[in-house]
């Protein structure tokens, strides 16, 4: 079975290479390191689980299932040159909210599945939360069919 020492092997140098990069990356962005292990338990559940994409455009997103576990906790948005200038509460797009309009392919002028802006987020995940969005953020796989 000499293929399933290989498989395993070239399987462990994609996640050692894969951590390489993440942490390249992490370091320019100031997002925490990540390790080995948790490298390869995210590849062995993207490769188990069909629900998990990757969208190449979202720069700051975590890996995907971390959203789902750890801590996180809701917090009022830090302030930005734009809303200080203007002596506003800093405000960012609901990622919930919005991503349920997108995929219901809704018109801006239409009132179902709005999108909103809210003034807290989740710190850990770096995304806009309203208050109603936060916990099904956080504990369902697919929020927005929920």
């Known amino acids: 079975m000499w293929w399933k020492k290989t498989f395993f092997h070239l399987l462990t140098l994609v996640g050692v290479q894969t951590t390489i990069?993440?942490?390249?990356?992490?370091?320019?962005?100031r997002r925490r390191r990540t390790n080995l292990v948790s490298v390869l338990k995210?590849?062995?559940?993207?490769l188990v689980d069909k629900d998990v994409t990757y969208d190449p455009q979202a720069d700051n997103v975590p890996l995907?299932?971390?959203?789902?576990?750890?801590?996180?906790?809701?917090?009022?948005?830090p302030s930005t040159e734009a809303s200080d200038s203007r002596g506003k509460k800093a405000q960012r797009q609901c990622k919930v909210c919005a991503d349920r309009a997108k995929t219901a392919g809704q018109t801006p002028g239409?009132?179902?599945?709005?999108r909103k802006l809210?003034?807290?987020?989740?710190?850990?995940?770096?995304v806009g939360l309203c208050l109603d969005c936060f916990e099904i953020y956080h504990t369902k796989r697919d929020y927005i069919n929920n």
């Not at 990069?21 to 962005?29: G, I, P, R």
């Not at 995907?64 to 948005?77: A, E, Q, T, W, Y």
């Not at 239409?110 to 709005?114: G, I, Q």
């Open 21 to 29: 990069l993440l942490n390249k990356h992490s370091t320019q962005h």
């Open 42 to 46: 995210e590849v062995s559940v993207a």
């Open 64 to 77: 995907p299932m971390d959203r789902l576990k750890g801590r996180h906790f809701l917090s009022v948005c």
């Open 110 to 114: 239409e009132r179902k599945n709005k």
């Open 118 to 126: 809210t003034t807290t987020w989740c710190r850990e995940c770096k």
